[in-house]
């Protein structure tokens, strides 16, 4: 059956260079990579370099780093003003470290084990197995407890997602009946400080395991939400704290399979009570053939993550019927990422 989408008119069918572009499109990943690993748009924050000055500064090839910085203008990051002089662009600011809306750690982590392991698809696509750890010979999670530098830079990069998509979530959805909210698995607990900042008489609790937690107590400070925030350590398949009048996971269903989430939930509905609501921020992959961000994250789910997956309404409603949930809404942001409501059934 053909596509409905799907073009009859032999003058309406893409050139070849469409696809030539996306065979290609590593290469242009890999160069933001580089200009963000070597932090190029914080030396240019005060005004334009030569491209020998910047070599210099990044112990690099004069010859080579003047390539990708040209390279790089070409696509709006960075532009040449003058020969061999570069400057930032809207789009290269985003690179700088210590901005809002940074997305320099996140570009680092994606050049680095995620690139490598993106290399290794087609073992994931022939055993439908996760590519990470046949390459490094442990899952993600272990990787990331045992190997600091990496957990760091992971941790940056999802706070700057989350600097990101937050604020939609915010204002897509009212938390004002919620007392007490438990951000299970939340990370450095950005979203939670951004809620309560938001909502100054709700008290929250951040869980995560002790390797997480150690390294979270900036953002509550920082956002004036420390009294009111509790941190606690711990394993979401082992036991979640209680007392919650909400429970909330953002980003984390989708890094399991089946199994494992149905695990989560059920711990989820044993801790909370009869009156507690469920609320899990994730994608939702819609059906169709369109172009959606959400397909490709579900790849990186294939090849990262131990059975990890973007799952549909269809999925979650099942999920949720299992672990003893029924859903009551599923409330879309501006961002890519959807608050899925569920409440005791």
Not at 266 to 276: D, I, L
Request: charged letters at 15%.
């Amino acid at each position: 059956m053909t596509p409905s989408n799907y073009p009859t008119n032999l003058n309406q069918v893409p050139s070849p260079t469409t696809l030539l572009g996306m065979i290609r499109s590593y290469q242009i990943s890999q160069c933001i990579y580089i200009v963000a690993k070597l932090k190029i748009a914080d030396l240019l924050k005060d005004g334009e370099q030569h491209s020998d000055t910047l070599a210099i500064a990044t112990n690099t090839n004069k010859n080579a780093i003047y390539r990708l910085l040209r390279t790089l203008a070409s696509f709006g990051i960075f532009a040449e003003t003058k020969p061999h002089y570069f400057c930032l662009t809207p789009l290269a600011t985003y690179l700088q470290s210590n901005i809002p809306n940074s997305l320099n750690a996140y570009a680092i982590m994606s050049g680095e084990e995620h690139y490598q392991t993106w290399g290794n698809l087609m073992f994931s696509i022939q055993t439908g197995e996760n590519a990470f750890e046949n390459l490094y010979g442990m899952n993600i999670y272990e990787f990331l407890q045992q190997n600091p530098v990496p957990a760091k830079t992971f941790d940056q990069a999802m706070t700057e997602f989350s600097g990101i998509v937050n604020p939609s979530i915010l204002s897509s959805y009212n938390f004002s009946s919620i007392g007490k909210l438990v951000d299970v698995g939340g990370g450095n607990g950005r979203l939670l400080s951004s809620i309560l900042q938001a909502y100054p008489n709700m008290t929250g609790v951040l869980f995560d395991r002790p390797n997480v937690i150690d390294r979270a107590s900036d953002f509550p400070a920082s956002m004036g939400v420390k009294n009111r925030l509790q941190l606690a350590k711990g394993d979401f398949f082992k036991a979640i704290p209680t007392g919650g009048d909400a429970y909330m996971m953002k980003h984390i269903i989708h890094n399991w399979g089946d199994e494992e989430a149905i695990a989560i939930l059920q711990n989820c509905y044993q801790t909370m009570g009869e009156q507690a609501i469920l609320l899990i921020i994730e994608i939702v992959m819609p059906p169709g053939n369109d172009p959606y961000m959400g397909k490709f994250i579900d790849m990186n789910m294939l090849i990262m993550t131990p059975g990890g997956r973007v799952r549909s309404e269809t999925e979650y409603r099942k999920l949720l019927k299992t672990t003893g949930f029924k859903l009551t809404k599923i409330v879309p942001t501006e961002s890519e990422l959807s608050i899925i409501e569920a409440v005791k059934d």
